[in-house]
């Protein structure tokens, strides 16, 4: 469960930002593990994508992920701030995932084209299709071939547009629901064809 101060740093930031928060409160421990579980069996290099205050992160270290193998991406610099106090032995980037190439090859975590798994929790479902395909070309720039792009949403249907999905030869498949999050959400996986 996120702590009292989490929730309320959390709830502050939306207060200011609805729109790039996307949500009311941090993610609950049962989305955590999903999102943690649908990495590649072995992944060690990891990128989380709109890591807040820290709750999907603290799932993959539970899961057993090294913050050194963890590199997470926050563009909110109050956030960014917490994640640092919070996990200071991960590497940490403010800035916007549509720029990711750049983020991971400025963090000196892994080299471009060596990540297992992109974890995201950004509003998809909200965003223009263009801004989607953005994040996702710049996803899949730091993947490994067969790496996966993990993304939560709020909704029962995947969240990426169907046009983009098509657009860069992407499969998704569902890896199950957190029915005790707050709100429920589901879980997808996208890799390449
Ligand atoms: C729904 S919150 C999720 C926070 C946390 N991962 C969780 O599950 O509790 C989305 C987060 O993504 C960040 N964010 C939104 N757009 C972003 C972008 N383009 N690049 C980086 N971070 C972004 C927001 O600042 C916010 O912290």
New binding site residues.
Partial sequence: M?SRMQWLT?FR?WLK?PR????VA??GRQ??RLMATALPRGAHHIV??????????QALVRHGVLPQQLLA????PV?HDVLARRFPRMHLAH????HLPELVAKSGAFACGEVDGVLS???LLSMPKKLQRD?LTAAFAVLRPGGVFVQYTYGLRSPLDEDVCRQMDLRCMSAGFAWCNLPPARVFVYGRH
Avoid: K, R, W, Y
């Fill in positions: 996120p959390f930031q930002h790039s928060m996307a949500s941090p993610s989305l955590g989380e994508l709109g890591a807040g205050t820290g709750a999907i992160t991406v926050e563009m909110n956030l800035g916007d995932a549509c929790s950004l509003g994040i």
